[in-house]
């Protein structure tokens, strides 16, 4: 293929005019502005649900505060959940999953383009679908588990609840169209010599994760659409008057519901796992057993959901079961714990910025994993369970963890996002304000849990021992907005005002460090050849790894002659000056998505007997997303 | 993964392979079909055990030969059995959950 | 420099990508079948799930009709077994015919071009018609819709609908999951008939054919598993 002359550099230094404005965003196909994208999204939807914990919390202050209705609360707490869940933790994760999976794994894309920027858009939809009621006094408010029949008409006659299962419906269309294109883009554009064990941390946790998203979203998709059954047509499925169980909703969605939990917490282990061998100089201790480790959560994930429900009493026989299986989830997860602890030890740690992170989501989701496996004792979960003592938990794992994870990413990879540094100062001060509001909200949950405090409650008398307890977390949770507020100030400001970063800011082992930063849309001018697990290491400091063996490349790799040997890319040039086929841009994902959320949202009519309405709209919504569909067919790739 | 095994992948059974097995699954069909109507073998305690695995062989037959799993490359045996088993145990332990089936 | 995809693309001409450009893949195999085989896999979790729920409600309808036993309502109105077995096993033998059918279809698409032996009889002959088995996979698809519209239908005559009872909301639920997936498919394979019939498919297409038998296959297995979960076991 014929090179295009360029006659000076700076012409491709820069973006060309068709890669800027708005139009370039709505079009694109680039696996790293869809993750920009989801990465900016999921941060506002971040701000949305803690916005909603500050008005919780703010109500929980004192004692009996009347600063929010009952009905309001109901919705905020229904609507942080939901959000911090399905819109800030899960595509903060997808954003991770889209920039960083192609070019550790050395692709130049993922291996459905146009499918990847359909999930997008309809997160974006799915989104601002279940988001914009809550501005209407109409959100959901049945808690973020919906648990039916509870959500049914006879209990919920408001739409409420019809823009919760209509919203988490078509979010489980974007997660699942994800899924099948990550998996087979793992699986499938595996640079030549990249074997499975050679894949680094992130990119193998996120595997884990892609089976679990395919697997564990289909039960709640039934389970929602059982509920859409009930709540539009009459059918009986959570009608108890009819015969029907109500326990069926709570297993089917903790079905869905555990595997979710580490849906939302592997991604953030994947991401620290690349963070703390970098600070170290070390490679990851014990890198098979990490990945087993990983295997073995995912697969126990799924034996295990009944411990969310010990207190429906399932009998002596199921209780030991599901607790054991839960005690037992805990050894894969300790084993990462030690392996990331041996991987610091005798390094040379540097404490930076995403370091600091790194090492806090040890500390703290191991005081999550403790009081965790002390609710997998039925006994002991009698008492905790609805309290908030399970509210400490949860968040210990998910704010200690899944979120301290991924600001560890965050800090970690801006530069090779933007080619800027984060500001140092600004993020030790994020960090430690982060860390002290963290604990300061939640640690003392655990007190005012066993002191017996219900969770959900919007009001409490006081003189229950309780008032401190709440105050404390209240004021933690002011902290933790001031230190959001920094990130965000300095998240905004470095992409302008940040020290140029070069390549391999940190001294990083692995694929993505090799290229410029930000990556050009190609990502690799030339496919490297991979020969080891830390491939950048054995470039730039062959010494330091050439006590490890390097693994052989398994069954499932053959060699392409044409890779080149590993090297670092320093020029930029544009996609047609190297030839290099790119995905045309389109926005026929958009198109299509648009039409798919149209065609969902045309049930909300039924509620109002507008049958005709509700026809037209669901009609027009599906001939766009059959229109769409068949447009997106027909129109080649590149 | 060699060129020869992934042209191994390819050498799929012919026409005839087809229709033989087309005949065992309408055998077992029919034999499903015909022990339903038989009192005698429905009130047996064998009656739904044997029912079961008859279905898993057809269910086995169809994988293996028509989709061509028992030719085709390992990595989609691993696709659908690894799915498969958890759903089975899903669906084992939601019976045994709702008192369905005893352990 | 050379483009490393077209570097790629004469190292790994391997018979069925001369026509187009095609990309390096790490295990040689086609992105789109293995994204079919883990939305298989995924279909395996859905149909579990509905399945779970029907066999967890089995029994537990407070009005009939039932499925197996008789109901005798309030007012003495009697109502039969509903689930009638002669015409669902047909309604299976036509399904199970048609996974026949597809498998044919890829065949014939794989052997285009392929010369035929001298004196090849009829049988040889039609096994080389891709638009004949695509056509009848269709057809046989199309003929069980009828079969389920003919049962639901007469469902609905007898009493049972989705709203009756446990029995109705599972049943048409999971059975009409089903049928919808059979509708797709049989949209899918009129898809491909057409591309046929107006561009013709050859042994270069044969993983379009191959996905689409994929899932057809997995819905007839479905099937099998509901045949005797639902209909046959009492």
């Known amino acids: 293929m014929a090179t295009i002359a360029q006659p000076t550099h700076a012409a491709h230094a820069g973006a060309s005019a068709e890669q800027t404005g708005i139009w370039s965003w709505i079009t694109t196909v680039d696996h790293k502005r869809i993750g920009t994208l989801y990465l900016w999204t999921a941060l506002f939807f971040f701000l949305v649900g803690g916005l909603e914990a500050v008005l919780i ?51 130049r894309d993922v291996a459905f383009p146009r499918l990847n920027a359909f999930s997008y858009w309809v997160y974006l939809f799915g989104g601002i679908f279940i988001t914009l009621p809550i501005l209407f006094k109409v959100a959901p408010d049945g808690g973020w588990f919906g648990y039916a029949p509870l959500t049914s008409n006879q209990f919920a006659p408001g739409p409420n609840i019809d823009f919760w299962v209509i919203g988490l419906q078509i979010l489980g269309v974007s997660s699942l169209a994800a899924a099948f294109n990550f998996i087979t883009t793992i699986i499938n554009m595996r640079a030549p010599g990249m074997s499975l064990m050679r894949m680094p941390m992130f990119t193998w946790m996120s595997f884990v994760v892609q089976f679990l998203l395919i697997l564990a979203f289909p039960p709640i998709t039934v389970a929602l659409f059982f509920l859409l059954m009930d709540r539009f047509f009459g059918t009986n499925f959570y009608a108890i008057a009819a015969g029907a169980d109500p326990l069926l909703w709570q297993h089917l969605f903790w079905v869905f519901g555990h595997p979710e939990v580490y849906i939302l917490i592997l991604p953030a282990f994947g991401l620290v796992s690349e963070v703390l061998p970098t600070f170290s100089k070390k490679p990851l201790f014990g890198y098979n057993v990490m990945v087993y480790s990983g295997i073995m959560i995912g697969f126990l994930g799924f034996g295990v959901w009944a411990h969310h429900m010990f207190a429906v009493g399932m009998g002596p026989v199921a209780d030991s079961i599901f607790s054991l299986m839960t005690m037992l989830i805990a050894i894969p997860t300790g084993v990462k714990i030690f392996n990331w602890i041996a991987t610091m030890w005798s390094g040379e740690v540097r404490f930076t910025v995403p370091m600091k992170f790194a090492i806090a989501l040890i500390a703290m989701f191991t005081i999550g994993g403790i009081s965790g496996v002390m609710h997998s004792s039925p006994p002991a979960d009698l008492q905790q369970t609805d309290t908030y003592f399970i509210v400490a938990h949860f968040h210990y794992v998910l704010f200690g963890g899944s979120i301290m994870g991924i600001f560890a990413g965050i800090y970690f990879y801006y530069p090779k996002m933007t080619g800027r540094f984060m500001h140092d100062g600004l ?88 290229i410029p930063s930000p990556p050009p849309e190609y990502n690799f001018a030339q496919i490297p050849e991979v020969t080891s697990r830390s491939p950048l290491w054995d470039l730039k400091d062959p010494e330091r790894t050439a006590g490890i063996e390097h693994s052989h490349a398994d069954a499932m790799t053959i060699t392409d002659a044409h890779a080149v040997p590993m090297h670092e890319e ?13 995905p045309f841009p389109t926005a026929k994902p958009l198109f299509t998505a648009f039409g798919m959320c149209t065609m969902f949202s045309g049930l909300l009519f039924l509620r109002n007997d507008m049958f005709a309405v509700a026809m037209t709209v669901t009609l027009t919504g599906a001939a766009m997303l059959i229109g769409g569909l068949y447009a997106w067919f027909t129109a080649p790739l590149e | 993964m060699s060129h020869d095994s992934k042209h191994a992948a390819h050498a799929h059974p012919s026409g005839a392979t087809y229709l033989k097995v087309a005949a065992i699954l309408t055998i077992i069909t029919v034999i499903e079909v015909w022990a339903y109507y038989i009192p005698a073998l429905v009130a047996s305690p064998l009656f739904n055990p044997s029912l079961i695995i008859m279905s898993a062989l057809k269910f086995a037959i169809v994988v293996l030969f028509y989709m061509h799993l028992r030719y085709d490359h390992k990595l989609f045996k691993a696709l659908f059995t690894g799915p498969l088993i958890i759903a089975m145990g899903t669906i084992m332990a939601l019976l045994f959950l709702f008192g369905k089936v005893a352990l | 420099m050379a483009s490393h995809a077209h570097a790629a693309t004469a190292g790994h001409a391997d018979g069925h990508d001369a026509h187009e450009h095609h990309h390096y893949t790490t295990t040689g195999l086609d992105h789109r079948k293995i994204a079919i085989w883990a939305f298989i896999g995924s279909e395996c979790m859905l149909f579990a799930s509905l399945i779970s729920t029907y066999l967890i409600y089995k029994g537990k309808s407070l009005v009939g009709p039932f499925p197996h036993t008789e109901y005798v309502n309030e007012a003495g109105k009697v109502f039969k077994p509903i689930l009638d077995i002669p015409v669902t096993s047909a309604s299976t033998f036509v399904l199970l015919m048609s996974s026949l059918a597809m498998v044919l279809a890829l065949q014939a698409v794989q052997l285009k071009g392929t010369p035929l032996p001298t004196g090849a009889g009829l049988w040889k002959r039609l096994e080389r018609s891709s638009q004949f088995w695509l056509g009848m996979t269709a057809l046989l698809g199309a003929t069980f819709l009828g079969f389920q519209a003919y049962e639901f239908t007469s469902f609905v005559h007898e009493g049972l609908t989705i709203k009756t009872n446990l029995f109705g909301s599972t049943f048409f639920t999971l059975t009409g999951f089903h049928g919808a997936h059979v509708t797709v498919g049989v949209l899918w394979l009129m898809t491909l008939l057409w591309i046929d019939r107006t561009r013709g498919l050859g042994p270069k297409d044969e993983l379009i054919v191959d996905i689409c038998a994929l899932y057809w296959h997995f819905v007839d297995v479905v099937w099998i598993a509901i045949f005797t979960l639902i209909y046959l076991i009492q």
Do not use: C
């Open chain 1, 570 to 582: 320093t020029e930029r040039h544009t996609a047609k000056e190297l030839g290099i086929p790119m």
């Open chain 1, 57 to 107: 919390r703010t109500q929980l202050m004192r004692p009996n505060m009347g600063f929010v209705s009952a009905d309001t609360y109901n919705q905020l707490f229904t609507m942080h959940g939901t959000t911090m869940v399905f819109l800030a933790v899960m595509p903060l994760s997808a954003a991770f999953f889209n920039y960083l999976i192609p070019l550790q794994i050395g692709a």
């Open chain 1, 427 to 514: 993020g030790n001060l994020h960090f430690w304000l982060n860390f002290i509001g963290m604990n300061l909200t939640f640690f003392p949950m655990h007190f005012s849990g066993l002191y017996g405090m219900p969770r959900r409650i919007y009001q409490y008398d006081a003189g229950q021992g309780w008032d401190l307890f709440n105050m404390m977390s209240t004021y933690g949770t002011y902290l933790l907005v001031v230190a959001t507020a920094v990130f965000v100030w300095n998240f905004i400001r470095s992409r302008s005002n940040g020290a140029v970063a070069p390549n391999d800011p940190w001294g990083a082992a692995t694929l993505e460090w090799s």
